[in-house]
Antibody, heavy 123, light 109 residues
């Protein structure tokens, strides 16, 4: 059973860089896409982007200019960097793996999720 | 403002059926059959309930069903149970992006 464990700084000042890392347990990093998704307090979800084991990325166009994702296959970890944060970036950030059946995997859906990290941006 | 529009809240009594709507445009829900629904209990990560408009992942109760008409997708919960009280999120693929609704709080009366 795939499990994701994430960590990173929970309190940032405006203009700083948000950095989060997610470790994959019980499964391989290969052959799947790995996403970051956030949820501002009391609001809906927002897809930030995805990365696969070879480093291929797709980012949400609204965040693309500030987002960088990376992967470390030797550690079975992937990371998110979001620069120049402001108060609207305050949210619970989740890492997630795409949904897979016995036949196929679907980049559009998310099956395994990390525990979430609350990141607060305040001066 | 979220990209997809959901009602803020829906309620029902145990055993009843409720339906949650999710309205988008021809560029997302109306243009692709890549619609999904997630259930989220307080303090927990979302759980996939429905994918490809109407398919249930293994292990998801058949009390949950999905459909789509035009630019609107719907999630129906039949035989409402206390454990169904949660937030429900719809999602759709759109060009180079995945978008979500604002979430619907389901209350079991």
């Amino acid at each position: 059973q795939v499990q994701l464990q994430q960590w990173g700084a929970g309190l940032l000042k405006p203009s700083e860089t948000l950095t989060l890392t997610c470790a994959v347990y019980g499964g391989s990093l290969s052959d799947n896409f790995w996403s970051w998704i956030r949820q501002p307090p009391g609001k809906g979800l927002e897809w930030i982007g995805e990365i696969n084991h070879s480093g291929r990325t797709n980012y949400n166009p609204s965040l693309k200019s500030r987002v960088t994702m990376s992967v470390d296959t030797s550690k079975k970890q992937f990371s998110l960097k979001l620069n120049s944060v402001t108060a609207p970036d305050t949210a619970v950030y989740y890492c997630a793996r795409e949904f897979c059946t016995s036949d196929d995997c679907y980049q559009t859906y998310f099956q395994h999720w990390g525990q979430g990290t609350l990141v607060t941006v305040t001066s | 403002q979220s990209a997809l529009t959901q009602p803020a809240s829906v309620s029902g009594s145990p055993g009843q059926s409720i339906t949650i709507s999710c309205t988008g445009t021809s560029r997302d829900i109306g243009g692709y059959d890549y619609v999904s629904w997630y259930q989220q209990h307080p303090g927990k990560a979302p759980q996939l309930l429905i994918y490809d408009v109407s398919h249930r992942p293994s292990g998801v109760s058949n009390r949950f069903s999905g459909s789509k008409s035009g630019n609107t997708a719907s999630l129906t919960i039949s035989g409402l149970q206390a454990e169904d009280e949660a937030e429900y999120h719809c999602s759709s693929y759109t060009t180079n992006n995945i978008i979500f609704g604002g979430g619907t709080k389901v209350t079991v009366l």
